[in-house]
């Protein structure tokens, strides 16, 4: 089943949708709107726990917004609506009287411009632990420390944790970013193009970081570099027009993909 | 993930209700105002489109409130007609200021309301022997001495009796010229206070400035951060009880609570760098390990300014600190009373409309849904920032002034024209505020909202503190343009002539209302023929503009502060 848009043969949203292990989010028939203009149609998509996840697609087809839409970043638009269910579990994400502040406690989020907040390293980092639980001096200390670790960047803050967050390289901002994210525990980290505004080091630096917290994290990652999902990547989903045009394994869309129109984007033949 | 599970239980219900708490209050702050500016528009309308030209606004003097005065006699001897019968009531003033006097004045009670004329008191003896006063009214006796007046009523009619009969006002004092600033040129500050400053200013330097010997000798106090904070406490508790709680003391005490506030940061920093293996030479580095120097640098500096005003302020300057004004010797003049006027009626407003006004725009700007009512308040916000301030005083008049309908009879008073100001600034202040929160990035909401906040959380935390510098200027523009209005208050019912001290509350509760601005000296004293008063204007300009550099100078350490909290 297919559509012609554009002057491009688009297939319909695709339902097969198989991975091995456990599933930490379903995404089943997401449709949205801006305003009147559909920007997701009939989208579905399973997130494999503790997996990679990615995202690909010409811009404007729909990634950041799927994403977005996972913890419900999109309910800050006014003229966003949607349609569909998205699952965690037993939760239902998309329910109207869902906990906003549990959902988005649980699923991080990294955007694409490194975006501290203009507060010292530290408290970026022990922030969203504050507010969240009352810890003391000594366990939020531990906690700072742990996740800067983890984000592979105490080493270089150390000694100035109490300079501002926005004074950092922006590799260095995004891995705070990160560290933000972690520090709060999620069980799902959503990161949205991390790497679009880094140069090459900071960007390998992100990847083997991302690759590291595999091990604790369910990761979604949109990205515009093909070569990028194909390095941190176990899943890759293939967007076009606001449609999921195909997902599969990485190995398997990047090897032999069922769609022609994903031969063609991943070729680098259109997008 | 085992210390975060720990924390976990503890949380829900306090983020939910101070969510809540917040949000209301906020809710509730931005109603206020809006129910202010509301009120305003409608009465504006209200006299010209509804009740055409039947309509009018009574006289402001109508409203005077008639009730506790120095000397009141509650049960005057009345006739059948309603005048007043009996004897003169005769006081009689004493003192003892190396040169004993006692005079005595009679004092003549009419029918006449508010009648009323002043007794002076200075060195030379009693400014008259007889005075006429009106039923109901309050008079006052002024001393320039600096010893008590013993004051006896010698026969008439019974001042206001206590509970048991006898009367309330036998005999009573009259001490000195009070004055917390001076006394008689010299300084009223202890050695302590003054001890006070100077360290202050000291570790301002310390923490500002490289200084590594000092530096040296300050980290051998390592390790003894509880005996530096007890004894910053102890030096506290005394400077107050020396000072016998004179506001110079608090600001003493103050200074002593910072300097030991300062010093245990500094001594924790130098440990955190030495356990680092750095050097405390190292300045660059030092000033990164002091937790929050920034803000200990701003509170001190804000500190000391203020401390320091006190200085000059103790030096007998008769110009800002005599009160007397006498028609034949201009030069003798003081504007004491329009001086405090000026602060009392700036601090009323900004106490009130800077709190009603961010919360309006906050409201406005975050929470509002954009409805036709919301564009409709908006629209009329936009507009009454540009209304000409005399329509304001207008609206203090009706609202604030006047009794009856929706006025608050506070009359002519101080209460009443800063809360005309408050209203005055109020739209300005909006308006900056809301332009200063619209350009806070959308990326840093996010990135709030992303680990969790509560749009309150998000508000408070964030959106504030980044829109803090923009919504800084706004009150300091809006403070400026209100310190210099006169129309108002003019309408409002400034006194051309005030020989006492303002009371700021003095529409509560029922004082002398009577008060006066700098702009309202000024603008009397130049409608004077004599051209000496010309000079006095002058000179009371050059105040005018000297108390709005000094008020700026705090916004604006406040304001680069926000500023350099957010751009290093």
């Known amino acids: 089943m297919s559509e012609e848009i554009g002057g491009e043969l688009v297939p319909n949203s695709t339902r097969e949708l198989d991975i091995d292990g456990e599933i930490d989010v379903m995404i089943e028939d997401l449709d949205l709107w801006y305003s009147s203009n559909q920007a997701l149609h009939g989208v579905s998509l399973p997130i494999a726990k503790n997996r990679v996840t990615a995202l690909i697609g010409p811009s404007g087809c729909g990634k950041s917004t799927l994403l977005r839409t996972i913890n419900r970043m999109n309910d800050l638009i006014p003229i966003c609506r949607y349609e569909g269910k998205i699952t965690k579990g037993d939760v239902v994400i998309t329910d109207k009287g869902a906990d906003l502040v549990e959902l988005r406690k649980s699923i991080g989020m990294v955007f694409q411009r490194p975006n501290p907040f203009p507060k010292s390293i530290y408290d970026n980092v022990a922030y969203g632990v504050r507010l969240h639980h009352q810890p003391t001096r000594e366990e939020l200390d531990r906690i700072v420390e742990k996740s800067l670790n983890r984000a ?64 604790d994290f369910t990761v979604v990652i949109v990205t515009h570099s093909m070569s990028q999902a194909a390095r941190v990547s176990d899943y890759t989903g293939f967007m076009y027009l606001g449609r999921m045009v195909e997902f599969n394994k990485t190995e398997k869309i990047f090897s032999e993909p069922d769609q022609e129109l994903t031969k063609r984007y991943i070729t680098g033949r259109f997008g | 993930m085992k210390d975060i599970d720990r924390l976990k239980k503890r949380n829900r219900a306090r983020r939910d209700l101070m969510e809540r708490a917040g949000s209301t209050g906020l809710a509730l702050s931005g109603l206020i105002g809006l129910l202010f500016l509301t009120v305003l528009v409608w009465q504006i309308a209200k006299p010209t489109f509804i009740d055409g030209e039947s309509g009018q606004i009574e006289s402001a003097s109508e409203f005077i409130p008639v009730s506790d005065y120095i000397l009141k006699w509650d049960h005057p001897t009345v006739d059948d007609n309603g005048d007043l019968i009996g004897d003169a009531v005769v006081l009689e003033l004493s003192w003892n200021d190396g040169n004993p006097q006692t005079h005595e004045i009679t004092i003549t009670v009419t029918g006449e309301r508010g009648l009323s004329e002043d007794i002076i008191v200075d060195s030379s003896g009693v400014s008259t022997n007889a005075v006429e006063v009106g039923k109901k009214t309050k008079f006052y006796l002024l001393s320039s001495l600096e010893v008590p007046v013993e004051v006896k009523q010698l026969s008439g009619p019974v001042p206001a009796a206590d509970p048991t009969g006898a009367p309330a006002v036998g005999a009573f004092v009259i001490s000195g010229d009070v004055d917390v600033l001076m006394t008689d040129g010299t300084l009223v500050s202890t050695p302590l206070e003054i001890a006070a400053w100077i360290a202050l200013l000291g570790v301002i330097l310390l923490i500002s400035v490289p200084m590594p010997k000092i530096l040296g000798r300050i980290e051998r106090l390592g390790g003894k951060e509880r005996a530096v904070k007890y004894g910053a406490y102890a030096l506290a508790t005394t400077t107050l009880v020396v000072g016998t709680f004179t506001l110079d003391a608090w600001l003493g005490a103050l200074c002593w609570f910072m300097v030991g506030a300062i010093l245990v940061r500094l001594l924790e920093g130098l440990t955190r760098l030495r356990n680092q293996g750095r050097d405390p030479t190292q300045f660059d580095r030092l000033k990164h390990s002091i937790t929050n120097r920034e803000g200990l640098l701003m509170w001190a500096r804000m500190l000391f300014v203020f401390s320091a005003l006190f200085i000059p302020l103790a030096i007998n300057i008769p110009f800002l600190t005599e009160r007397y ?38 409201y406005l700007e975050e929470y509002a849904k954009p409805t036709r009512t919301t564009k409709l308040i908006q629209a009329l916000v936009t507009n009454l920032a540009g209304v000409p301030s005399i329509v304001f005083g207008m609206f203090g008049l009706a609202i604030f002034v006047k009794q009856g309908g929706v006025g608050l009879g506070l009359g002519p008073s101080i209460l009443a024209a ?45 959106v504030l503190p980044s829109a803090m510098p923009g919504i800084m200027t706004g009150s300091i523009l809006a403070m400026s343009r209100i310190m210099g209005e006169a129309a108002p208050l003019v309408v409002v019912g400034a006194a051309a002539l005030v020989l006492f001290d303002p009371e700021p509350l003095a529409g509560l509760t029922g004082g002398n209302v009577n008060f006066t601005v700098i702009p309202i000296q000024i603008y009397f004293w130049t409608s004077e023929p004599e051209h000496a008063w010309h000079s006095m204007a002058a000179a009371a300009s050059i105040t005018l503009i000297v108390l709005l550099a000094a008020m700026n100078s705090v916004a604006i350490i406040l304001r680069e502060h926000f500023r350099r909290r957010l751009n290093p």
């Open chain 2, 325 to 362: 004004q006498d028609i034949f010797i201009p030069y003798a003049s003081g504007i004491r009373s329009a001086f405090f006027g000026t602060i009392w009626v700036m601090t009323i407003a900004m106490l009130v409309s800077m709190p009603i006004s961010i919360g309006a725009a906050i």
């Open chain 2, 418 to 462: 800063g809360l005309t100001m408050g209203v005055m600034a109020m739209p300005i202040i909006v308006l900056a505020s809301q332009e200063a929160l619209r350009s806070v990035p959308r990326s840093l909401r996010e990135s709030a909202y992303g680990v969790g906040c509560t749009q309150w959380q998000v508000t408070r935390d964030h």
């Open chain 1, 152 to 215: 592979a960047i105490w080493n270089e803050v150390a000694d100035r944790l109490h300079d501002l967050g926005t004074s950092l390289s922006g590799g260095q901002q995004q891995r705070l970013c990160i560290a933000r994210t972690i520090a709060i525990e999620p069980d799902i980290i959503l990161m949205d193009e991390p790497c679009s505004a880094l140069d090459p080091i900071a960007t390998a630096a992100i990847e083997e970081l991302i690759l590291e917290l595999k091990k």
